[in-house]
């Protein structure tokens, strides 16, 4: 059974009452049930619930239930009933719902854990009044959840695609070129820059096509198409482990349907053979 939608939100009721859906982290692994063999982020009686839920954070409405956050800081017992999940291994098993929530959550509680004090002046910060954030009681600094825009490139050109792979990834797996946007730089010439440091082509006609939170640490992944223009390619030696043409009928193995850069290469395939 499905866990309904998950409308994420900062600001939640005055109170925690009833039953609340929590997702709670012991270390960087979450507590779940299965429905049906499916992941669901579990449910709790706020009066008779053996975490401390007043040190969670709201997520939001999950299903039309309120839904928070937690960071367990010592040993639990496990409750009966609940699964002990990486946050990876979650996010890999598919489910879109319980991957926002969990991922949400990962990335809210671990800026919660590193922003307990300024970094200006050090003093301990204080929850913001109206926002999802952190202020300085002394500075007035505020200091809001982190997000590392990283950019992701599909290179093609007549009836090939140039995929990467790093040393470390599985055997025979290769993907899309992607970095980290730099201070000051757009999309467009962030995505320029990196196809030309990682395998040294020139590129035009980037074409959005969508974007993918990525809570490993803290990314927003930004996925676009674009042209080969001219260059042989040149793998980045430090980087990457190789990187060339593969015919768009003799493709290497790819990342998991769960990842933008498999979503971005289908679309990107789909569109090649309809031009065909
Ligand atoms: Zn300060």
Known sequence: ???????????????IEGRVSCCVFHGNRVFITRDG?????????????SFDLDAA???????????????LQREATLPAGLELLGLRALILEGNETVAAVAGQAWQV???????????CCGAPTVPHAADRAVECPDCKLVFYPRIAPVIMGLVYRRNELLLTRKPGYAPGRYTVVAGFVEAGE???QCLAREVAEEVGVTIRNPRYFGSQPWPFPNSLVMAFSAEWVDGEVRPDQ????????????????LPEAVH?????????????????
């Open 1 to 15: 059974m499905a866990q309904g939608s998950f409308v994420p939100g900062h600001r939640g009721p005055a109170r």
């Open 37 to 49: 063999g499916l992941p669901v982020i579990p449910q709790f009686d706020s009066a008779d619930c």
């Open 186 to 188: 757009s999309l467009e």
């Open 109 to 119: 509680l671990e800026w919660a854990r590193t922003h307990r004090h300024c970094g």
């Open 260 to 276: 933008i850069s498999r979503q971005l290469i289908d679309d990107t395939l789909a569109r090649m053979r309809g031009a065909a």
């Open 238 to 253: 430090t980087e990457l482990e190789e990187a060339r043409w593969f015919a768009i009928d003799a493709l290497p193995d």
């Open 57 to 71: 954070h709201y997520l939001g409405l999950l299903g039309g239930t309120h839904c928070y956050g937690l960071a």
